[in-house]
């Protein structure tokens, strides 16, 4: 039950690095969590560090910040920070263990821009649920928005795992997470995804002229670092996911699964996933396997997918997806030239040699002399460059 006292929102911004040197508190509890806004300003806080062996808390709720959420009359914004450090859990320290580098639980009203981690996450105690930037997110969370956030660390743990986010549950209303990548090495026991282990989302169905409307949506988003499990449902992007919208998208990185494993989702039972690629090897997997989808569910909505080998959906496709053409099969060089219809939404661009890449990683040339790094506006008004960072941030307010 959360607290009914009032919260009065923070406001505050880095002025410069930080390195912490003692045991961290994070910052917020389901009491009285934080809400306002943190400006990383671009800067860095690194040294930040768990070691549990042993505690005689029931739940664990670790990162920088422990439990953030907003209302209606005041959102709680991180943004334009760089996060570094290591949480370690050794196995039987805990009942329930929930960690993110940045947040362990994000909960309604909240966003998350510029935000990047380098966090190491490893956790051996049973049926944790983390990544390294977004642990969880609130059941029943509402307005939450991922922007911009990229991860460099790599995260290990006995449960569900996320690059970006571990786990998003229950029925999320207007959750959007775009413009994020993983680059960092992903491994876990049960649903993981080189950017979200798990995604169980709302949504209205669409009839007549009234179109399908998701509840979540991952969009312009990639994964570029190793993913492997142990247990279900390892997937390039998604471990499982459950209703939510997946649209413009790639996977360029191995995935190794013990059962039911895709280059895009370990399983992907419900919702839409729309004009995305995979170019990496799915392998290990005893059930199905897949280079685009582990298995599917009988209420799918899947359109311009491509992967450069088969089987594309480790269960068999379905007629309609057959006739349609809704999966398709292509070489390297076919892929390197953009496929038209893969870049129906305009979110792709050719990069010479190799595949198409998202039109944000096209990064603006630095014009600074090294001794005077510091932004570099690129053309989209919502967003900048920072060269020193090499991070996307969110523009001034």
Not at 119 to 141: P, Y
Not at 164 to 169: A, C, E, N, R, V
Not at 374 to 382: D, H, K, R, S, W
Request: hydrophobic fraction near 30%; glycine fraction near 14%; aromatic fraction near 6%.
């Amino acid at each position: 039950m959360r607290s009914t006292r009032a919260i009065i929102p923070f406001k505050g911004k880095l002025l410069d690095n930080i390195t912490l040197t003692d045991a961290w508190t994070p910052i917020g509890t389901s009491e009285s969590h934080f809400v306002g806004s943190f400006d990383g300003n671009g800067k860095t806080i690194s040294g930040l560090h768990f070691d549990v062996q042993n505690t005689p808390e029931d739940s664990l709720y670790l990162g920088l910040f422990g439990y953030v959420g907003g209302n209606q009359d005041s959102e709680a914004e991180i943004r334009n920070l760089t996060v570094s450090g290591e949480i370690c859990v050794a196995a039987g320290a805990a009942k329930s263990v929930l960690a993110g580098g940045v947040v362990a639980y994000l909960d309604n009203h909240s966003k998350l821009s510029g935000v990047v981690s380098t966090v190491t996450v490893n956790i051996q105690a049973d049926g944790a649920t983390a990544g390294s930037i977004i642990g969880r997110t609130n059941n029943s969370a509402s307005n939450i928005t991922v922007e911009n956030c990229a991860n460099h660390g790599d995260v290990t743990v006995n449960g569900t795992v996320g690059g970006i986010l571990g786990q998003s549950s229950g029925s999320s209303k207007n959750m959007l997470i775009r413009g994020c990548y993983n680059d960092g090495t992903i491994s876990g026991s049960d649903r993981t995804g080189g950017l979200i282990g798990s995604v169980q989302s709302g949504m209205d169905y669409g009839y007549g002229d009234k179109p399908t409307v998701y509840h979540t949506v991952v969009t312009d988003s990639y994964n570029a670092g190793a993913v492997t499990g142990t247990g279900d449902y390892t997937g390039g992007l998604i471990g499982e996911n459950r209703q939510a919208q997946i649209r413009n998208c790639y996977n360029a990185a191995n995935v190794r699964g013990a059962q039911k494993a895709g280059g895009l989702a370990g399983r992907h039972h419900s919702g839409s996933m729309e004009y995305c690629y995979s170019i990496g090897e799915v392998t290990g997997a005893s059930g199905y396997m897949g280079t685009l989808i582990g298995q599917r569910g009988d209420n799918i909505n899947v359109r311009g997918l491509y992967a450069i080998a088969e089987p594309m959906i480790g269960d068999g496709d379905t007629p309609y997806i057959q006739e349609k053409q809704l999966v398709r099969k292509i070489d390297l060089v076919t892929l390197r030239q953009l496929p038209e219809e893969l870049n129906t939404n305009h979110a792709f661009q050719i990069a010479p040699g190799k595949t198409p890449i998202l039109i944000w990683q096209a990064v603006p040339e630095c014009q600074h002399p090294e001794k005077q790094k510091g932004f570099c506006l690129c053309g989209n008004p919502e967003r900048r460059w920072n060269c020193t960072r090499q991070a996307y941030e969110a523009a001034d307010l």
